[in-house]
């Protein structure tokens, strides 16, 4: 195709993370947003895409994402000048920047005006993914590596999920939901943030798809001998807690 010819090379055999991460694309070429769209969800993460750097500023400032991949030559306005802004509100996001712009200084001012990563197009999806992975599992990034609540065991690389020594396989959103509750083990987790997390902008959402996705888990984990249960707190969330 002509667009994957002016900046992307399709995704070949990559890993899906399955994972509860959400990621914000800043890229206002329409076509290479959808690929990179399509190739970050098909890698397991939930996506929202913009393509202004307004747009940009006004998801940012509502929404706790994991990540942002950020292109420089925007309409109206530089990244460059929307990162350095991110990072003067104190806004810590990683962010890897994606464009066209290949020259060495280019390079060193992304970097020294907070990006955490910098790639050049054209590029391959599968290196993007790497990538992405890459700034997500950095200490207190979203892609933390073994997680452990009672007898639950989660490997959030490999996404595997054992109870003792049976090995349990979840639905994508199920196993983001069990990794919520498992990184705040004994905290409440509102039933926003788990929609905000699982679902993107453009998602249609069920009122009851959390407490459906909820139930299904809650009953594997039952099923399988898990030494910790989910309990509902009542118009807020849910938490996870260890049987004692």
Do not use: W
């Not at 004994?186 to 998602?203: C, N, T």
Request: with cysteine; aromatic share 2%.
């Amino acid at each position: 195709m002509k667009s994957m010819a002016r900046g992307v090379r399709p995704l070949v055999g990559a890993k899906q993370v399955k994972a509860s991460v959400r990621l914000l694309i800043v890229e206002d070429e329409v076509r290479i947003a959808e690929l990179l769209k399509h190739g970050l969800e098909a890698a397991g993460f939930a996506v929202d895409a913009v393509r202004l750097c307004a747009d940009a500023r006004d998801v940012l400032s509502v929404t706790g994402y994991d990540a942002a991949i950020l292109d420089l030559g925007l309409p109206d306005g530089d990244g460059i000048s929307l990162l350095s802004e991110l990072r003067a509100s104190g806004n810590r996001v990683p962010v890897l920047v994606l464009t066209a712009r290949d020259a060495v200084e280019d390079r060193v001012l992304g970097l020294d005006t907070g990006a955490d990563d910098y790639l050049v197009k054209p590029f391959a999806m599968s290196e993007l993914v790497a990538r992405t992975k890459a700034l997500l599992r950095r200490p207190g990034g979203a892609l933390g590596v073994l997680l452990k609540s009672g007898n639950i065991v989660f490997d959030t690389i490999g996404r595997d999920v054992c109870v003792g020594e049976t090995s349990l396989s979840l639905p994508r959103r199920e196993s983001a939901i069990l990794e919520h509750l498992m990184r705040r083990l004994g905290r409440v987790i509102p039933k926003a943030v788990l929609e905000e997390k699982l679902y993107g902008i453009d998602d249609e959402l069920e009122s009851n798809a959390i407490p459906v996705h909820v139930h299904h888990l809650r009953r594997k984990l039952q099923d399988a001998g898990a030494s910790a249960e989910i309990h509902t707190v009542r118009g807020v969330g849910y938490l996870l807690a260890e049987i004692r």
